[in-house]
């Protein structure tokens, strides 16, 4: 019998807060719902880096940025696009390629070799075909998205062999001033509930990216949301058209997360300066359908990120990562096939961006911000919204002590030389002078 398929949906953009399943009662994404209700969603799911290329890289490659090397977005426009930044990296898609997996890639990659990547049997992304030249609205393109992957599903399901197949969605990605307007009209006058009344964020210059109109900005965001759910909802047909439904794994995520207007930022780990570790930047979706071997109808609690993703896809596909590679994501196929949990799971997540690194667990956040800015320290237990920095409290000098040990150890343990994301002789020269990271403060 074959082995099982694997299909990923990763979006850009998209907020965890911003769906049905993580509930926000305002959104209409019956697909994700109808995901999570007989799947499993994650709970506590989040991105090693919240910003894209980095991100993906890190999903990609199972590595974070200090190790594969890529710490910022990557600029298509100029050479830097047309650069394989993944070169020396053994990708998820060359690993269940050389396993027997035939692998497709429709929509964004934003790795490098954006045009047609080289990890992939077949392509069809949103800067290689002449269907999404002159596109107006971001349904439009993402449809064009879908239809090449419900070319490859078709494609892929003549044969006897398993597939693996990449769907990148960019819909929440840019202006949201264009969205369908049976979509739009759903939203206009909506009270947008679930976006908390934050005060500004206090440890940055935030509203980097300013709305002239912010509730016809998020009218968009929300109907970007909804056109991508129904995109997905034709994967699903097509699959299951294909009676491939029962015997394919379908995950559906996000690159990183995103704050419309929370906290005052409009944006994610960029939308403030210095950048910023705020839970809506680096939350994501994660959702697992109900099939593929998974046993449904769980929410499980587990801090899991793109690292652990890599490592879980290629357990349910039967295949070993390179041993000779340090891999700081676990695999939690066991807990997705069967119900039961790890007691041995750590509930800590190491994120970084550029010269910012964090660490968090179930109570406390620590942000060391490594030039010109001071650390934070916060207790989510009692500030969820982050906006007391306790770092100088006598009271959690222990704890501060015992974080920056764990994330320094973390950082010796997975980084690789000249690829650390805190060493200022290695700034990225695609972003030099630009709006990224590396902006001095």
Known sequence: MPGRNIVVVMSDDHGQWCSGPYGNEEIQTPT????????????????????????????????????H?????????????????????????????????RT??????HCGHTAVPEQFDEVHSIHHSDDFEGSRFSLKRDRCVADGAVEMIDDFSSEERPFFLFVGFAGTHGGWDGEPERLVAQYEHSGFEDIPEDTTYRYGDGDVIRRDDPQLSLANYYAAVQGIDEQVGRLFDTLDDAGELENTVTVYTADH????????????????????????????????GPHGGVEGRQVREEFVDHCDLFQTLL??????????????????????????GDPSWEQVQIGEYGDVRMIRTER??????????????????????????????????????????????????????????????????????????????
């Open 69 to 101: 090397g890529v710490h910022d977005w990557i600029r298509i426009a100029d050479d830097d696009g047309d650069r394989e930044w993944l070169a020396d990296e053994d990708t998820i898609p060359e690993l269940l390629g050389d396993a027997g997996y």
């Open 32 to 67: 994700l719902d109808f995901m999570a209700e007989r799947g499993i969603r994650m709970e506590n799911a989040f991105c090693p880096t919240p910003v894209c290329s980095p991100a993906r890289a890190s999903f990609a490659t199972g590595r974070r940025p200090s190790q």
């Open 364 to 441: 406390y956040k620590l942000v060391r911000r490594y030039f010109d800015a001071p650390d934070l320290l916060f207790d989510l237990e009692h500030d969820p919204r982050e906006t007391r920095n306790v770092i100088d409290d006598p009271a959690h000098e222990h704890v501060v002590s015992g974080l920056k040990r764990q994330l320094q150890a973390a950082f010796e343990q997975y980084s690789e030389p000249g690829n650390e994301g805190v060493s200022v002789g290695n700034l990225p020269d695609y972003n030099q002078g630009s709006e990224p990271w590396n902006r001095r403060r």
């Open 315 to 340: 357990d349910a596909a039967g295949v070993e990562p390179p041993a000779d590679r340090a891999y700081p994501g676990q695999s939690y196929w066991r807990q997705l096939s069967r119900v039961g």
């Open 257 to 288: 997360g995103h704050n419309c207007g929370h906290h005052g930022i409009w944006g994610k780990g960029n939308g403030t300066v210095p950048q910023n570790m705020l839970e809506e930047s680096i939350r994501v979706p994660l959702i697992v």
């Open 104 to 109: 497709g890639l429709a929509g964004k990659w």
